[in-house]
């Protein structure tokens, strides 16, 4: 079955860096477009950034571009985002995602951007 594990969250001051991970098994990883997702406390879960399967396209949240970045290793079948000159407003849980049959979810990883 699909399995998504994500891995790299945390504590960080504004202006800091973190670089999240997310590691997949389960179905033809190269096959599929990943998702980074995130959900900060009392609101909805919204889309951050988006990469093709063969990593040659992105997207990004209009409140994140500049400062994140997708990235995908087919080979190790991970996917990576990257995050820049992070805000308070970025303090969230982090989900990696994909359609596969269904919505697939890791288990989500903390960030928290705070002074």
């Known amino acids: 079955q699909v399995q998504l594990v994500e891995s790299g969250g945390g504590s960080v001051q504004p202006g800091g860096s973190l670089r999240l991970s997310c590691a997949a098994s389960?179905?033809?990883?190269?096959?599929?477009?990943m998702n980074w997702y995130r959900q900060a406390l009392g609101k909805e879960r919204e889309l951050v950034a988006f990469i093709s399967g063969t990593g040659d396209s992105t997207n990004y949240a209009n409140s994140v571009k500049g400062r994140f970045t997708i990235s995908r290793d087919n080979v190790r079948k991970m996917v990576f985002l990257q995050m820049n000159s992070l805000k308070p407003e970025d303090t969230a849980v982090y989900y990696c995602?994909?359609?596969?049959?269904?919505?697939?979810w890791g288990q989500g990883t903390q960030v928290t951007v705070s002074s």
């Open positions: 389960g179905f033809t990883f190269s096959l599929f477009a």
């Open positions: 995602n994909t359609f596969v049959n269904r919505p697939n």
